[in-house]
């Protein structure tokens, strides 16, 4: 799962087995529609899961959080594992 920072300065979600390769795509215009007018996009954050499952089940999660709630969940990961940490303790899920 990762976050990204659009132009814009929207958050925008998603989950990808390769995340460097998914936010290059992004800045090429073929991630996904939302990022494609919002360009460059900055990755924030990404965390690893063990299946498919728990990294769309914490996507899902993130995206139902507010603005500031998500930033003060990123404000407290330091980075990748620090991140999954936080999302697997908010939503009770393992890593």
Do not use: I, W
């Not at 996507?59 to 991140?83: I, N, P, W, Y």
């Amino acid at each position: 799962m990762y976050v990204v920072e659009c132009a814009d300065g929207t958050l925008y979600t998603g989950y990808a087995v390769d995340v460097a390769q998914r936010v290059a795509a992004h800045n090429l215009g073929r991630g996904a529609k939302y990022t494609k007018a919002r360009r460059p996009v900055r990755l924030v954050a990404s965390a690893a899961f063990a299946t498919k499952h728990a990294a769309m089940s914490a996507e899902f999660r993130f995206k139902r959080l507010t603005r500031s709630q998500k930033e003060a969940l990123l404000a407290g990961a330091e980075g990748e594992a620090d991140f999954a940490a936080a999302l697997a303790q908010r939503f009770g899920l393992e890593l």
